[in-house]
């Protein structure tokens, strides 16, 4: 999230696409029903079912699976032909008068450079025009043709709301309606917030959904306002905690990169790294990406880094290819490239696609580990339970060893929410039999790892027993020990820049923030952005101070956000271009003509003058892009593709299947289905009474959702002759599942092309371990690619069939 | 002695800490098959828990709680295309959400989900009709309960129910339905199931409190074009303790057959109220009357004949709102 949780009590227009707030964070959800009570705030939900949010929406239109860059980029040409566009902000604070290289362009649903040999683009032609001067060119008149916002024009001029009825099915009547709604949001004073999930990530485009939502709120001129931003709200408990601290299989904590292969030094490393500001006087903080790379190294190996050493640089690991994400993993596990595989709160038998492929790959291990608090179904894959796992036991050799671990409730620690609040938590239970916590488990591993290291080496040993581990019990570090390191401390006086004979903080000390950070070697932080989560005065995170002065949700002395404490991201931007907020009702800081200041922690030096320092700091530029620079790999914006699976062609061209440059691996492409075999397009979601594949093994929530089923119209059930209750099979090109058929006027065809396209729905919750009735994942429906940038499944359209089951009476 | 406060709404958060209880028996104002009733020398003020349906997400928080605080054990059932789980009321699940899709006349799709259980009617129908002695009672705060230890399971609660509530255990041989949370409003909590809800759709608090907020609400939907939104306190029983927020106030029944206008059966109130003298056939129950004309000369104390009776009564008893939903 930009903003935070509270924060969207704030909001004047709330709009779920994407996800479905309520139904899987009702939780949360409830700041929007304090929005709509305070503040009147309407609520808006796009979606293929008319879902739990959208019973108490205030306007709802339905969407063909995979089609939400087209409606977003339509919304986006509306407002832009009806002038519902925030122009101080844009010009001022977007990349929209930035002048782009004359040899960019986009054609037939493809940009300039494209290889379909390598399915890779050449970004070359996707720069900005660079002066003389080292600065990016602009024109602030946007007459110049190749400025960001004509290209943006042109780029939009084909999603015409005839376009998106056509592609995504979305009534134009409904459609213009929201457009509307939407557009009145660009009013300096109107904010809209963008609540999305896993609705937009699990496309083989997430990524450009989402950049197609941020786009529409720059447009409008939402982002940095209270009550208004992207927010992201996350699927598991401290997934933001674990993405924060490195869970992508290419990122170190704190979003900073593991090197590749051919950085061979460190120097090599930086070279490509703390953008140089595009413009003078720009602040581009990630300049003092070497303090945080540092301090990092620094937490890693302690005394045993050292500048002659390059902080221990040669001891990380390098990346021979872009990443070894999950997907990558589990097709090398099934091609037999894996020998151990440590599985440690993650069930990937149930959640990751195509099962038969899973259930290979785990076959194909020498040993699995898994840590999990509950019997998983990943950790029994060679049980045979009929028809719900059907596998052969005596052809599976992979060993399995189940570590028993802790839950939440059993041991201490912080989880990180959506808004990126840190709140510690304490042990409120003592766990069950053998269970340990994680925590303990690597220990004994590392200890005994090192053990062998050490006494009989090895090759590369130096990681492993360079390693700091300065805790009081080497077998279990405490959540207060790791919490310390994770915030940082100084090693030796950390000197004032300004005034070198200052000494700011003394050796041993905490750190109080990431200013604090050098990189010298006289501070060590594990994970640089959550420096201030432990620092002198104590564990911040474990603040419960609910005072909220300014009563925008700020709630500053209430555990601790990433960065600095801060709870709304980008927050210079909530100010016009003097410093005052373009909306006073909404005040976050203000520049009080010395400093900002207000009810969060600016997003910007506070001593920044109004119109020295562009907003955005973190991009070299200062602004927020429409204009995407070197980070997407499918594209500076995002272009209307269908999924892999898909009942009809891209319009804009109909050879091209899926996105242009995701990954396919080799195999997975002849488990692509057709539309002539399998005509219904499937989408998968999670229900209000499950928590993933936890709750089913509790019998309360197994009660409230005894049994695995999926939804259907009732004009598909007619077609297909089934009733509500009855009993269906649903298959994909690459497996099959039984379930329950619940019959619903909730799902209605769309007409795309001429023609009904029907949505099959189907949760997640069920599969052959707990309380609840035996039954299936969506995963063994869905196909074996991600996102194109970062490789989240394509689990939210694909392609099914449906027929009624007889017989066989559900176990 | 000092009685702990009276319960404040769920919205401000009722206190944690252990309160003195302020439900005690002798706030009892009824009881069943009881010819005088108590006259305690105290009334508590009036409370109420409004649900209001506009605000609800259908989340089950509700059931969730109920089952956990009551400590029951609802069957895991199989689905049978719906969404209510269990199907119904059972005498271990006392609340239950009931989701009803709806077309308006704009053409506008709605899926209106209600939470059913106990209204708490001021003027019980259950209570009438029971027969055992203090096994339903009703304190001066509004709040109708089931007491197990005096119940007989007979059953006619169900059928003098107007909204089709108590569920009798198979097993247990008693009468069981939502309590309000009696022991938990008795140290000044509200109701388990207002303080899990996640949207505020239930909050719990006075009457008149409740019936204020309700007003916003109105207020509040009203201004985004639910015109005949409303509150839900039917007159027919005395008002109730337990309240609704509708949309659509002039439609009671879109919300899984929730009564239009409930009252309590005519053969409840012939049985207990002044025209007890009618003669039953004339109501309708000619095959039970017999065994039932015994209990009009006296406090309904129930003989084994009438518990046959009274089985085939409820057997016959008219199916109630949400059967089938």
Redesign the interface.
């Given at each position: 999230m930009t903003n935070s949780w509270t924060d969207i009590k704030n909001t004047d227009l709330v709009v779920i696409m994407g996800g479905n707030a309520?139904?899987a964070h009702?939780?949360g959800?409830?700041w929007v029903?304090e929005a709509?009570?305070k503040r009147?705030a309407k609520l808006i939900v796009v979606d293929p079912r008319?879902t739990?949010?959208?019973?108490?929406a205030?306007y709802?239109a339905p969407i063909r699976p995979g089609t939400d860059i087209a409606w977003l980029m339509g919304v986006i040409r509306w407002c832009i032909e009806n002038d519902k566009v925030q122009w101080d902000y844009v010009k001022n604070y977007t990349n929209a008068t930035y002048l782009v290289n004359e040899d960019f362009g986009w054609e037939d649903g493809l940009f300039t450079g494209y290889d379909p040999e390598t399915r890779n683009y050449d970004q070359s032609s996707w720069e900005y025009q660079i002066g003389e001067d080292g600065f990016v060119r602009t024109d602030p008149t946007l007459q110049d043709p190749h400025c960001v916002w004509n290209l943006l024009k042109a780029h939009v001029d084909v999603y015409t709301p005839e376009f998106v009825e056509n592609v995504c099915g979305t009534p134009k009547d409904r459609y213009l309606k929201i457009c509307e709604m939407i557009g009145e949001t660009s009013a300096p004073d109107k904010v809209m917030t963008s609540m999305y999930a896993l609705g937009w990530t699990q496309h083989s485009k997430g990524s450009q959904n989402i950049r197609g939502m941020a786009m529409l709120q720059l447009l409008l001129g939402n982002i940095g306002l209270a009550g208004g931003g992207m927010n992201a709200l996350r699927g598991h408990s401290n997934i933001q905690g674990l993405t924060d601290v490195g869970l992508m299989s290419n990122l170190i904590p704190g979003y900073l990169a593991i090197p590749r292969e051919s950085e061979t030094d460190y120097a090599t490393y930086m070279s490509t790294r703390g953008n140089k500001p595009l413009f003078p006087n720009q602040m581009s903080y990630l300049q003092n990406y070497g303090k945080f790379m540092v301090s990092f190294m620094k937490a890693m190996w302690g005394d045993k880094a050292t500048a002659e050493n390059g902080w221990g640089y040669d001891w990380l690991p390098k990346l021979d290819i872009a990443q070894y994400d999950a997907l990558r993993m589990f097709d090398m596990m099934a091609n037999g490239q894996v020998n151990l595989y440590f599985c440690q709160g993650f069930n990937p038998l149930l959640a990751f696609p195509n099962r038969a492929k899973m259930t290979e790959a785990f076959g194909k291990l020498k040993l699995l580990v898994v840590m999990d608090p509950l019997e998983t179904e990943t950790a029994a894959f060679w049980e045979n339970h009929g028809i719900y796992n059907d596998v052969d036991p005596a052809q599976i050799q992979t060993e399995v060893l189940e570590l028993p671990t802790t839950c939440f409730a059993e041991d201490d620690g912080a989880t990180v929410n959506s808004g990126r609040w840190l709140q510690w938590h304490w042990k409120g239970a003592t766990p069950p039999g053998e269970a340990k916590t994680d925590t303990w488990i690597m220990a004994n591993v590392f200890q005994r790892l090192r053990k062998l290291y050490a006494e009989e080496g090895g090759k590369a040993p130096e990681p492993i027993l360079n390693l700091a581990w300065d805790y009081a019990d080497p077998e279990e570090p405490t959540a207060e020990e790791l919490a310390r390191e994770l915030n940082g401390r100084a090693i030796g006086p950390v000197h004032d820049p300004a005034d070198p004979a200052k000494v700011l903080v003394e050796p041993g000390k905490q750190l109080s923030g990431f200013g604090q950070l050098r990189d010298d070697g006289s501070t060590m932080a594990g994970c640089w952005i959550y420096t201030g989560c432990w620092t002198e005065d104590g564990n911040m995170m474990a603040r419960r101070d609910n005072s909220d002065p300014g009563d925008m949700g700020t709630f500053q002395n209430w555990s601790f956000s990433w960065p600095a404490n801060r709870r709304v991201l980008y927050n210079r931007a909530s100010c016009d271009l003097s410093g005052k907020p373009w909306d006073p009702t909404r005040k976050l800081i203000e520049w009080d003509g010395q400093k900002w200041a207000g009810f969060d922690v600016p997003d910007i030096a506070v001593t920044a003058k109004p119109g020295e320092v562009g907003p955005f700091i973190m991009t070299p530029e200062g602004t927020g892009r429409f204009f995407s620079r070197r980070l997407m790999r499918d594209g500076p914006f995002p272009s209307h593709m269908e999924p892999f699976e898909s009942p009809v062609e891209n319009p804009l061209n109909p050879a091209m299947r899926g996105n242009p440059v995701a990954r396919m691996f080799e195999g997975d492409l002849a488990q692509l289905g057709d539309r002539s075999e399998f005509p219904f397009v499937a989408t998968s979601y999670r229900l209000?009474?499950h928590f993933h594949y936890w709750t089913k093994h509790n019998?309360?929530?197994?009660?409230?959702?005894?049994?695995?089923?999926v939804e259907i119209s009732e004009e598909l059930a007619a077609e297909r002759g089934i009733?509500?209750?009855?009993r269906v099979r649903v298959w994909s090109k690459r497996g099959q599942v039984w379930a329950?058929?619940?019959?619903?006027?909730?799902i209605r065809p769309l007409i795309c092309d001429g023609k009904p396209v029907h949505v099959v729905g189907i949760p997640i919750h069920w599969g052959f371990k707990g309380?609840?009735?035996k039954g299936f994942g969506s995963n063994t429906l869905g196909p074996f690619v991600g996102d194109a940038n970062i490789e989240t499944p394509e689990f939210k359209a694909y392609l099914v069939n449906i027929e009624r089951a007889e017989g066989e009476v559900?176990a | 002695m000092t009685t702990a406060s009276e319960p404040t709404t769920a919205i401000a958060n009722p206190p944690v800490e252990a309160l003195e209880s302020n439900l005690l028996p002798s706030d009892v104002v009824r009881i069943s098959a009881t010819r005088s009733p108590p006259q305690p020398d105290r009334q508590l003020t009036k409370v109420a828990k409004l649900i209001d349906v506009s605000k609800c997400i259908g989340c089950k928080a509700c059931q969730s709680a109920c089952i956990e605080w009551n400590d029951t054990h609802p069957e895991l059932e199989a689905n049978v295309g719906l969404y209510e789980n269990p199907h119904d009321l059972t005498p271990e699940m006392y609340t239950l959400m009931r989701f009803t899709e709806y077309e308006n006349p704009e053409g506008d799709f709605e899926w209106l989900i209600r939470k059913d259980g106990c209204m708490h009617c001021e003027d019980p129908g259950c209570l009438k009709a029971c027969p055992a002695p203090g096994a339903i009672v009703q304190y001066s705060n509004g709040i109708v309960d089931f007491i197990s230890e005096n119940c007989i399971g007979c059953g006619y609660c169900v059928t003098g129910c107007p909204f089709n509530v108590p569920r009798i255990h198979k097993t247990a041989h008693v009468a069981k339905k939502c309590t309000l949370c009696s022991d938990r409003v008795a140290v000044g909590q509200g109701p388990a199931c207002a303080k899990a809800c996640p949207t505020q759709a239930i909050v719990f608090g006075t009457k008149e409190e409740m019936t204020a907020h309700a007003e916003e609400r109105i207020a509040d939907l009203k201004s985004r074009g639910y015109e005949n939104a409303g509150l839900y306190d039917p007159p027919g029983v005395g008002g109730t303790h337990v309240m609704y927020v509708l949309h659509h106030a002039d439609q009671p029944a879109l919300y899984a057959g929730l009564p239009e206008d409930p009252k309590i059966a005519p053969v409840v109130e012939g049985w207990k109220g002044p025209a007890k003298t009618v003669g039953l056939a004339a109501i309708g129950l000619a095959a039970v009357g017999a065994a039932l004309h015994g209990l009009f000369g006296r406090a309904n104390v129930v003989e084994p004949s009438d518990e046959t009776a009274a089985e085939k009564l409820v057997k016959s008893g008219t199916s109630g709102p949400g059967e089938g939903a």
């Amino acid at each position: 999230m930009t903003n935070s949780w509270t924060d969207i009590k704030n909001t004047d227009l709330v709009v779920i696409m994407g996800g479905n707030a309520a139904e899987a964070h009702p939780c949360g959800f409830k700041w929007v029903t304090e929005a709509k009570a305070k503040r009147g705030a309407k609520l808006i939900v796009v979606d293929p079912r008319f879902t739990r949010s959208a019973s108490v929406a205030d306007y709802y239109a339905p969407i063909r699976p995979g089609t939400d860059i087209a409606w977003l980029m339509g919304v986006i040409r509306w407002c832009i032909e009806n002038d519902k566009v925030q122009w101080d902000y844009v010009k001022n604070y977007t990349n929209a008068t930035y002048l782009v290289n004359e040899d960019f362009g986009w054609e037939d649903g493809l940009f300039t450079g494209y290889d379909p040999e390598t399915r890779n683009y050449d970004q070359s032609s996707w720069e900005y025009q660079i002066g003389e001067d080292g600065f990016v060119r602009t024109d602030p008149t946007l007459q110049d043709p190749h400025c960001v916002w004509n290209l943006l024009k042109a780029h939009v001029d084909v999603y015409t709301p005839e376009f998106v009825e056509n592609v995504c099915g979305t009534p134009k009547d409904r459609y213009l309606k929201i457009c509307e709604m939407i557009g009145e949001t660009s009013a300096p004073d109107k904010v809209m917030t963008s609540m999305y999930a896993l609705g937009w990530t699990q496309h083989s485009k997430g990524s450009q959904n989402i950049r197609g939502m941020a786009m529409l709120q720059l447009l409008l001129g939402n982002i940095g306002l209270a009550g208004g931003g992207m927010n992201a709200l996350r699927g598991h408990s401290n997934i933001q905690g674990l993405t924060d601290v490195g869970l992508m299989s290419n990122l170190i904590p704190g979003y900073l990169a593991i090197p590749r292969e051919s950085e061979t030094d460190y120097a090599t490393y930086m070279s490509t790294r703390g953008n140089k500001p595009l413009f003078p006087n720009q602040m581009s903080y990630l300049q003092n990406y070497g303090k945080f790379m540092v301090s990092f190294m620094k937490a890693m190996w302690g005394d045993k880094a050292t500048a002659e050493n390059g902080w221990g640089y040669d001891w990380l690991p390098k990346l021979d290819i872009a990443q070894y994400d999950a997907l990558r993993m589990f097709d090398m596990m099934a091609n037999g490239q894996v020998n151990l595989y440590f599985c440690q709160g993650f069930n990937p038998l149930l959640a990751f696609p195509n099962r038969a492929k899973m259930t290979e790959a785990f076959g194909k291990l020498k040993l699995l580990v898994v840590m999990d608090p509950l019997e998983t179904e990943t950790a029994a894959f060679w049980e045979n339970h009929g028809i719900y796992n059907d596998v052969d036991p005596a052809q599976i050799q992979t060993e399995v060893l189940e570590l028993p671990t802790t839950c939440f409730a059993e041991d201490d620690g912080a989880t990180v929410n959506s808004g990126r609040w840190l709140q510690w938590h304490w042990k409120g239970a003592t766990p069950p039999g053998e269970a340990k916590t994680d925590t303990w488990i690597m220990a004994n591993v590392f200890q005994r790892l090192r053990k062998l290291y050490a006494e009989e080496g090895g090759k590369a040993p130096e990681p492993i027993l360079n390693l700091a581990w300065d805790y009081a019990d080497p077998e279990e570090p405490t959540a207060e020990e790791l919490a310390r390191e994770l915030n940082g401390r100084a090693i030796g006086p950390v000197h004032d820049p300004a005034d070198p004979a200052k000494v700011l903080v003394e050796p041993g000390k905490q750190l109080s923030g990431f200013g604090q950070l050098r990189d010298d070697g006289s501070t060590m932080a594990g994970c640089w952005i959550y420096t201030g989560c432990w620092t002198e005065d104590g564990n911040m995170m474990a603040r419960r101070d609910n005072s909220d002065p300014g009563d925008m949700g700020t709630f500053q002395n209430w555990s601790f956000s990433w960065p600095a404490n801060r709870r709304v991201l980008y927050n210079r931007a909530s100010c016009d271009l003097s410093g005052k907020p373009w909306d006073p009702t909404r005040k976050l800081i203000e520049w009080d003509g010395q400093k900002w200041a207000g009810f969060d922690v600016p997003d910007i030096a506070v001593t920044a003058k109004p119109g020295e320092v562009g907003p955005f700091i973190m991009t070299p530029e200062g602004t927020g892009r429409f204009f995407s620079r070197r980070l997407m790999r499918d594209g500076p914006f995002p272009s209307h593709m269908e999924p892999f699976e898909s009942p009809v062609e891209n319009p804009l061209n109909p050879a091209m299947r899926g996105n242009p440059v995701a990954r396919m691996f080799e195999g997975d492409l002849a488990q692509l289905g057709d539309r002539s075999e399998f005509p219904f397009v499937a989408t998968s979601y999670r229900l209000t009474e499950h928590f993933h594949y936890w709750t089913k093994h509790n019998r309360v929530n197994a009660v409230l959702q005894p049994e695995f089923f999926v939804e259907i119209s009732e004009e598909l059930a007619a077609e297909r002759g089934i009733a509500k209750g009855d009993r269906v099979r649903v298959w994909s090109k690459r497996g099959q599942v039984w379930a329950k058929a619940l019959v619903t006027r909730r799902i209605r065809p769309l007409i795309c092309d001429g023609k009904p396209v029907h949505v099959v729905g189907i949760p997640i919750h069920w599969g052959f371990k707990g309380a609840a009735r035996k039954g299936f994942g969506s995963n063994t429906l869905g196909p074996f690619v991600g996102d194109a940038n970062i490789e989240t499944p394509e689990f939210k359209a694909y392609l099914v069939n449906i027929e009624r089951a007889e017989g066989e009476v559900m176990a | 002695m000092t009685t702990a406060s009276e319960p404040t709404t769920a919205i401000a958060n009722p206190p944690v800490e252990a309160l003195e209880s302020n439900l005690l028996p002798s706030d009892v104002v009824r009881i069943s098959a009881t010819r005088s009733p108590p006259q305690p020398d105290r009334q508590l003020t009036k409370v109420a828990k409004l649900i209001d349906v506009s605000k609800c997400i259908g989340c089950k928080a509700c059931q969730s709680a109920c089952i956990e605080w009551n400590d029951t054990h609802p069957e895991l059932e199989a689905n049978v295309g719906l969404y209510e789980n269990p199907h119904d009321l059972t005498p271990e699940m006392y609340t239950l959400m009931r989701f009803t899709e709806y077309e308006n006349p704009e053409g506008d799709f709605e899926w209106l989900i209600r939470k059913d259980g106990c209204m708490h009617c001021e003027d019980p129908g259950c209570l009438k009709a029971c027969p055992a002695p203090g096994a339903i009672v009703q304190y001066s705060n509004g709040i109708v309960d089931f007491i197990s230890e005096n119940c007989i399971g007979c059953g006619y609660c169900v059928t003098g129910c107007p909204f089709n509530v108590p569920r009798i255990h198979k097993t247990a041989h008693v009468a069981k339905k939502c309590t309000l949370c009696s022991d938990r409003v008795a140290v000044g909590q509200g109701p388990a199931c207002a303080k899990a809800c996640p949207t505020q759709a239930i909050v719990f608090g006075t009457k008149e409190e409740m019936t204020a907020h309700a007003e916003e609400r109105i207020a509040d939907l009203k201004s985004r074009g639910y015109e005949n939104a409303g509150l839900y306190d039917p007159p027919g029983v005395g008002g109730t303790h337990v309240m609704y927020v509708l949309h659509h106030a002039d439609q009671p029944a879109l919300y899984a057959g929730l009564p239009e206008d409930p009252k309590i059966a005519p053969v409840v109130e012939g049985w207990k109220g002044p025209a007890k003298t009618v003669g039953l056939a004339a109501i309708g129950l000619a095959a039970v009357g017999a065994a039932l004309h015994g209990l009009f000369g006296r406090a309904n104390v129930v003989e084994p004949s009438d518990e046959t009776a009274a089985e085939k009564l409820v057997k016959s008893g008219t199916s109630g709102p949400g059967e089938g939903a």
